[in-house]
């Protein structure tokens, strides 16, 4: 298998301008005190540090794989050819390429680069299903470790989905096959000869392999790579909406048998979803006909969903669940566009005899009124009960909640008066709840959820 496979493999090099005296010039040596060589050092960096500010090439190593032998096509990582002001690509059999980059994707790390073949009879790699892989399937690992050209690791796949905080996508496979640095943007194998991931990081307090090495996971590069060949670019699925956890105390504030799925705490206003069909407070447990978990699985579910796609967005909106149709806009566009909240849906609540102000779970809240407004700097379109004051200390100031806050709703029931709040504070405990859900607007209307214990 590593004789087939070796020659698809290629070294990646690149040349940048830098200045002399920049990252890799020649530093003043540390001389004993009084060395007869003092002065002639001195002199020497002295007189270079009054020479012109040449250009010097630089140079990084890395590696990459053919995809398409017929077009020349190669995928690497973005870290290996970023600032480069000409990319080599080096074969196994020694020849070199000129390559042209095609487009490059930051979110996910990954660069897709041409060569003109030029006659030369290029070897391509396959991708494979990176999701078929378990824990403790054996891989294999070929790059341009430290400039060894060729150089093959094995090991096993010690984890999957992990995240290492390098971009909202998060999801490698993590191997303890010996991966070092060069070997970025080569590939992992699975035991068919299969590219089932991209080598791309590693943690190591030394600088060379201790075991962890992280890949970034075929199914995911696969929509990617495509992309950047079709358009130079990626096009994104985008939702439009603003979210957060479900966690254990929202689960319970809201009745829910476990903590899954997805809070919508906001709309983007102008995307795709302002248009009524998702509000804030909507709990997402399904998309496109997949079920959803968390906030990482749908920003990825999203993301590589075609713009334009119609799908439907299962939901739980006070208890019910139902299935509502999104048009998916393009994430690129989306990123532009300046979110503003939608303004809270107004419903009629019954309250007893109103009261202008009082306290409540560490909280002075009071009517918001035209004085509260000009105090706090509270847009028009901002409506519910002023937050006028949070004692230190308290559960509310643990969660957050300043001065200045809206409360919007509680347990997803609009407030508008501070008896609403007293109200829905008391039918909670009547229901035995521990917790309580609140929405509210900070003074430039963005919108949050917290929990606040009442026990």
Same mark, same amino acid.
């Given at each position: 298998?590593?004789?087939?496979?070796?020659?698809?493999?290629?070294?990646?090099?690149?040349?940048?301008?830098?200045?002399?005296?920049?990252?890799?010039?020649?530093?003043?040596?540390?001389?004993?005190?009084?060395?007869?060589?003092? *002065?002639?050092?001195?002199?020497?960096?002295?007189?270079?540090?009054?020479?012109?500010?040449?250009? #010097?090439?630089?140079?990084?190593?890395?590696?990459?794989?053919?995809?398409?032998?017929?077009?020349?096509?190669?995928?690497?990582?973005?870290?290996?050819?970023?600032?480069?002001?000409?990319?080599?690509?080096?074969?196994?059999?020694?020849?070199?390429?000129?390559?042209?980059?095609?487009?490059?994707?930051?979110?996910?790390?990954?660069?897709?680069?041409? /060569?003109?073949?030029?006659?030369?009879?290029?070897? *391509?790699?396959?991708?494979?299903?990176?999701?078929?892989?378990?824990?403790?399937?054996?891989?294999?690992?070929?790059? #341009?470790?430290?400039?060894?050209?060729?150089?093959?690791? /094995?090991?096993?796949?010690?984890?999957?989905?992990?995240?290492?905080?390098?971009?909202?996508?998060?999801?490698?496979?993590?191997?303890?096959?010996?991966?070092?640095?060069?070997?970025?943007?080569?590939?992992?194998?699975?035991?068919?000869?299969?590219?089932?991931?991209?080598?791309?990081?590693?943690?190591?307090?030394?600088?060379?392999?201790?075991?962890?090495?992280?890949?970034?996971?075929?199914?995911?590069? +696969?929509?990617?790579?495509?992309?950047?060949?079709?358009?130079?670019?990626?096009?994104?699925?985008?939702?439009?909406?603003?979210?957060?956890?479900?966690?254990?105390?929202?689960?319970?504030?809201?009745?829910?048998?476990?903590?899954?799925?997805?809070?919508?705490?906001?709309?983007?206003?102008?995307?795709?979803?302002?248009?009524?069909?998702?509000?804030?407070?909507?709990?997402?447990?399904?998309?496109?006909?997949?079920?959803?978990?968390?906030?990482?699985?749908?920003?990825?579910?999203?993301?590589?969903?075609?713009?334009?796609?119609?799908?439907?967005?299962?939901?739980?909106?006070?208890?019910?669940?139902?299935? +509502?149709?999104?048009?998916?806009?393009?994430?690129?566009?989306?990123?532009?566009?300046?979110?503003?909240?939608?303004?809270?849906?107004?419903?009629?609540?019954?309250?007893?005899?109103?009261?202008?102000?009082?306290?409540?779970?560490?909280?002075?809240?009071? *009517?918001?009124?035209? *004085?509260?407004?000009?105090?706090?700097?509270?847009?028009?379109?901002?409506?519910?009960?002023?937050?006028?004051?949070?004692?230190?200390?308290?559960?509310?100031?643990?969660?957050?909640?300043?001065?200045?806050?809206?409360?919007?709703?509680?347990?997803?029931?609009?407030?508008?008066?501070?008896?609403?709040?007293?109200?829905?504070?008391?039918? =909670?405990?009547?229901?035995?709840?521990?917790?309580? =859900?609140?929405?509210?607007?900070?003074?430039?209307?963005?919108?949050?959820?917290?929990? =606040?214990?009442?026990?």
């Amino acid at each position: 298998m590593a004789e087939r496979l070796l020659d698809a493999v290629v070294n990646i090099s690149t040349t940048q301008n830098v200045s002399r005296r920049g990252p890799g010039s020649v530093p003043m040596p540390r001389l004993p005190e009084g060395s007869p060589f003092e *002065e002639y050092f001195g002199e020497f960096f002295d007189d270079q540090d009054r020479q012109p500010q040449m250009p #010097n090439p630089g140079s990084s190593l890395g590696s990459g794989f053919v995809v398409d032998a017929e077009e020349g096509i190669i995928v690497t990582n973005n870290h290996v050819i970023t600032g480069a002001d000409e990319i080599i690509v080096n074969f196994a059999d020694g020849e070199t390429r000129t390559a042209e980059l095609i487009g490059v994707d930051t979110k996910t790390d990954i660069a897709v680069l041409k /060569v003109e073949p030029d006659g030369k009879s290029l070897q *391509e790699l396959q991708f494979g299903d990176s999701e078929a892989m378990r824990i403790g399937d054996w891989v294999m690992a070929i790059g #341009n470790p430290f400039g060894f050209g060729g150089s093959l690791t /094995v090991g096993i796949v010690s984890a999957q989905n992990r995240q290492i905080g390098s971009g909202p996508y998060d999801d490698y496979i993590q191997t303890d096959a010996a991966i070092n640095r060069g070997n970025s943007g080569g590939p992992l194998f699975n035991m068919d000869g299969e590219v089932i991931g991209i080598n791309t990081a590693i943690i190591s307090p030394t600088g060379g392999s201790i075991g962890i090495g992280f890949a970034i996971p075929s199914n995911l590069a +696969v929509n990617i790579v495509n992309q950047l060949r079709e358009f130079g670019e990626t096009r994104r699925g985008w939702l439009g909406v603003r979210i957060q956890p479900v966690t254990e105390e929202i689960a319970e504030s809201l009745g829910l048998g476990e903590a899954s799925g997805v809070l919508i705490s906001g709309i983007e206003k102008g995307g795709p979803a302002d248009n009524g069909v998702l509000q804030a407070g909507d709990i997402i447990v399904g998309f496109d006909g997949r079920k959803i978990k968390d906030v990482r699985e749908l920003r990825r579910i999203v993301a590589e969903s075609p713009v334009g796609k119609e799908v439907g967005v299962e939901i739980l909106r006070k208890g019910e669940e139902k299935t +509502v149709q999104v048009a998916l806009g393009r994430l690129e566009e989306g990123e532009e566009v300046a979110s503003a909240p939608a303004a809270p849906t107004e419903e009629e609540g019954e309250s007893s005899t109103p009261v202008a102000s009082a306290k409540v779970l560490g909280m002075t809240i009071a *009517e918001l009124d035209e *004085e509260g407004r000009n105090e706090f700097g509270l847009a028009e379109d901002i409506n519910g009960v002023l937050v006028s004051e949070v004692e230190e200390g308290s559960v509310a100031a643990d969660q957050g909640v300043k001065a200045g806050d809206v409360i919007v709703e509680i347990a997803l029931q609009s407030v508008s008066a501070p008896q609403d709040v007293l109200n829905q504070i008391d039918s =909670l405990k009547e229901q035995g709840r521990k917790n309580a =859900l609140l929405m509210l607007s900070s003074p430039s209307g963005e919108l949050r959820f917290v929990t =606040l214990r009442m026990d």
